[in-house]
C-alpha cells in the first residue's frame, strides 16, 4: 500500500501562484509514477500533471501547460506541482495520484491508471 497526503492548497487571487506538495509513504519502491488531477464542482475529475519516479518524464495536460510545472523528488518520495499564472478556472479540489504500472503518454491522463489517490486539498481562485 502506498499512503498520499497533500498540502499547500488555499485561496489566491488571479494571476498568483501557488505551490502544492504530495508526501507518500509505505511501499512507495512500487511507483512508477505521480501525478496531479483536479475536479471542479459538478465536473469530472481531470488530469494535471505527472512525473515518473524514474527518468524524470514528465507530461502536462495543455490547459496547464507552461504555467504549471511538477517535479519529484525521490529521496523524499515528494512530488511538487508549481503553479504559476493561476486563473479562476483552476479552481478545484487538486488530487494526488500515484501509478504502479507504466503510464506513457497515451494513458497517462486516465484515472483508472493510477492505484492509489490521496484525500484532495482546495485550490480556490479569486477574480
Known amino acids: 500500500q502506498v499512503q498520499l497526503v497533500e498540502s499547500g492548497g488555499g485561496l489566491v487571487q488571479a494571476g498568483g501562484s501557488l505551490r502544492l506538495s504530495c508526501a507518500a509513504s509505505?511501499?512507495?519502491?512500487?511507483?512508477?509514477?505521480m501525478g496531479w488531477f483536479r475536479q471542479a464542482p459538478g465536473k469530472e475529475r481531470e488530469f494535471v500533471a505527472a512525473?515518473?519516479?524514474?527518468?524524470?518524464?514528465?507530461y502536462y495536460s495543455d490547459s496547464v501547460k507552461g504555467r504549471f510545472t511538477i517535479s519529484g523528488d525521490n529521496a523524499k518520495n515528494t512530488v511538487v506541482l508549481q503553479m504559476n499564472s493561476l486563473n479562476p478556472g483552476d479552481t478545484a479540489v487538486y488530487y494526488c495520484?500515484?501509478?504502479?504500472?507504466?503510464?506513457?503518454?497515451?494513458?497517462?491522463?486516465?484515472?483508472?491508471?493510477?492505484?492509489?489517490w490521496g484525500q484532495g486539498t482546495q485550490v480556490t481562485v479569486a477574480s
Open positions: 495520484a500515484a501509478a504502479v504500472w507504466a503510464v506513457n503518454s497515451m494513458n497517462v491522463d486516465t484515472t483508472q491508471q493510477y492505484d492509489y
Open positions: 509505505g511501499r512507495t519502491f512500487s511507483m512508477y509514477a
Open positions: 512525473v515518473t519516479t524514474t527518468a524524470g518524464t514528465t
